[in-house]
């Protein structure tokens, strides 16, 4: 295969993850990802406090890689086409002792794969507002790799043979 098929983009995102007071008795705290820092650093040890309020707190939890794939521009297309353009945040459970008991594990700008995790049940997943960097790179990468694929109706097989 040659280099243009297997081309892969990816932009180093930090997750910001906020914690608010719970609203339930079961819940102490409730944790959900309300942006992405472009370009950020890893995150070696525990998760940096980035501003806090009355109730709230924001921490930078992880940076994860956004990856683009030529194989999925019809799942950045469709995330394009929508107003704002947004990017999937997937957590998992987390046994490791986390602030939350969660981690952040995936983030993608594809419409399709983020159905996958979706369904799956086990994980969490959020959306957050594509920034404009992001938004600038995934649109070119998807105007450079984007083959449109005609849709072909397949024929009907019979389950009878043919009458004669």
């Known amino acids: 295969m040659s280099e243009t098929l297997n081309k892969i983009e990816t932009m180093a995102l930090g ?4 914690r608010r007071k719970g609203t339930s008795a ?5 944790w959900r990802p309300v942006s992405v820092i472009p370009g950020a650093p890893p995150v070696n040890g525990p998760w940096r406090l980035l501003r806090e309020g009355e109730g709230w707190a924001h921490f930078h939890a992880a940076t994860l890689p956004l990856e683009l794939f030529r194989s999925d521009t019809e799942g950045y297309k469709l995330n394009l086409s929508q107003e704002p353009p947004r990017l999937w945040v997937v957590l998992r459970p987390d046994e490791t002792g986390e602030p939350g008991g969660v981690v952040p594990f995936v983030v993608t700008a594809s419409a399709h794969e983020c159905e996958a995790y979706q369904v799956s049940g086990v994980e969490m997943v959020e959306t957050v507002p594509m920034p404009p960097e992001v938004t600038a790179l995934v649109r070119d ?3 450079q790799h984007h083959v449109d694929v005609p849709f072909v109706k397949r024929e009907r ?5 043919k009458q004669g």
């Open 15 to 18: 997750i910001v993850l906020e």
């Open 26 to 30: 079961w819940a102490e705290w409730a």
């Open 141 to 143: 990468f998807t105007e």
């Open 157 to 161: 097989k019979r389950h009878f043979p």
